[in-house]
């Protein structure tokens, strides 16, 4: 197959062009770097002539209230160019339970990128993930100082990158779902606790202070980014994860 990879350059889509090219497959990696820009559509012509699928794993720059604008602007822009190019699957990796959670810009957003992906012209594929292990970082980075970290116990999911692609790549490159796949970690946490595990790791001795109202998540209620049950569980755990990153 012919696969365009926009936002091939980032931490999942560098991963899956690299996976997509190992099984064969000839795959466009497109990005800003690339001349390809989303917001514009230009270069999108060029990047999409001649290919089977599309995969979308671009970002917003923001997580804000321009997140929307972004994402309706990128998804009409890549949607058109894909009709013109004869694109036959269009894919977009979202976030588990993103439309439950409607109290943060982001999510509202990656939402609407979702309903326009359902609405366009082109069969199509969404695979929702829970949260990265590889965020964990900027996750404790928001709320903390030299000494204390402060989390709320919201429930999460996460998994590996890694798993995160290798699910894609099988999405990608199969018939079109015209619905989502939900894929989530093999074990939930509470945020707070999932800092601790991460600051004893590192040898970090900061404290992780339990705090309600603390950063993004704090926003979210109950376990609507715990994988549902028809959710495909991935199946590295976050402990050998962050042993393999410390070593």
């Known amino acids: 197959m012919k696969i365009t990879v926009i936002g091939g350059t980032g931490l999942i889509g560098s991963q899956l062009v690299s996976t997509l090219r190992?099984?064969?497959?000839?795959?466009?990696?497109?990005?800003?770097?690339?001349?390809?820009d989303l917001l514009t559509g230009a270069g999108l012509d060029e990047a999409?002539?001649?290919?089977?699928?599309?995969?979308?794993?671009?970002?917003?720059?923001?997580?804000?209230?321009?997140?929307?604008?972004?994402?309706?602007?990128?998804?009409?822009?890549?949607?058109?160019?894909?009709?013109?190019?004869?694109?036959?699957?269009?894919?977009?990796?979202s976030i588990v339970g993103v439309d439950q959670v409607p109290q943060l810009d982001y999510y509202r957003a990656k939402t609407l990128q979702e309903d326009l992906l359902k609405q366009g012209p082109t069969p199509y594929s969404i695979v929702r993930a829970t949260q990265f292990f590889e965020f964990m970082d900027a996750v404790l980075s928001w709320t903390s100082d030299d000494h204390n970290v402060r989390l709320p116990s919201t429930r999460v999911q996460p998994m590996a990158t890694a798993d995160i692609v290798t699910a894609l790549a099988a999405v990608t490159t199969g018939a079109p779902l015209n619905g989502t796949l939900d894929i989530a970690g093999p074990d939930v946490f509470a945020l707070d606790e999932l800092g601790r595990i991460t600051l004893s790791a590192r040898q970090d001795t900061r404290t992780v202070v339990t705090d309600e109202q603390a950063g993004m998540f704090a926003a979210v209620e109950g376990d609507v980014l715990i994988g549902g049950p028809d959710a495909r569980l991935a199946s590295t755990s976050y402990e050998d994860w962050l042993g393999g990153a410390t070593r």
């Open 48 to 93: 999409l002539a001649g290919a089977d699928t599309v995969v979308n794993v671009t970002n917003s720059p923001t997580f804000d209230e321009a997140s929307p604008d972004f994402f309706r602007t990128t998804m009409d822009n890549l949607l058109a160019a894909g009709e013109r190019a004869g694109v036959g699957h269009q894919v977009i990796l």
């Open 22 to 36: 190992a099984a064969g497959h000839e795959v466009v990696a497109s990005s800003l770097s690339s001349g390809v």
